[in-house]
């Protein structure tokens, strides 16, 4: 897995991750929410800014299968996906990742048949290298 570079501005989303929790980046003026994190609001340029708590849950908005994995490191894990995943509670929100069978499965754990544009998802928070990295589960339904 390659390991996120961790900055001032996005440091608390890994904090809040590590205890299990998928927050997002919110104006403390105008409310909006903003992902990536980033100093600056793009809507009303304050600098105030808070972490909104989300429910967790997703739709599927985009995914790929790599063929042949783009990178050596993953070409042990072939075939799997990378999903973009739409927050159900902050639908302007997307968050890369890969949709696996459970918390901890290799990221080809999931038949790529079973991946749908809208698929419900829900987050699960899995430990690699040190770090609490989301994932995502097919809901059923």
Known sequence: MLTPVIDE???????????????????????????????????????????????????????????PPLLPEYAAQAPYNAVLVELVDAPRIRLVGNVVAAPGAPLNSVDPGRLRIGAPVRVAFTEVDGLAVPRWLLERG
Do not use: K, N, T
Request: glycine share 8%.
């Open 9 to 67: 501005d996005g440091a608390p989303f890994w904090e809040y991750a590590a205890r299990g929790e998928l927050r997002v980046q919110s104006c403390a003026d105008c409310g909006e929410l903003r992902f990536p994190p980033r100093p600056c609001c793009p809507h009303c340029r304050s600098f105030a800014s808070a972490w909104r708590l989300m429910s967790g849950r997703g739709r599927i908005w985009s995914y790929v299968l790599p063929h």
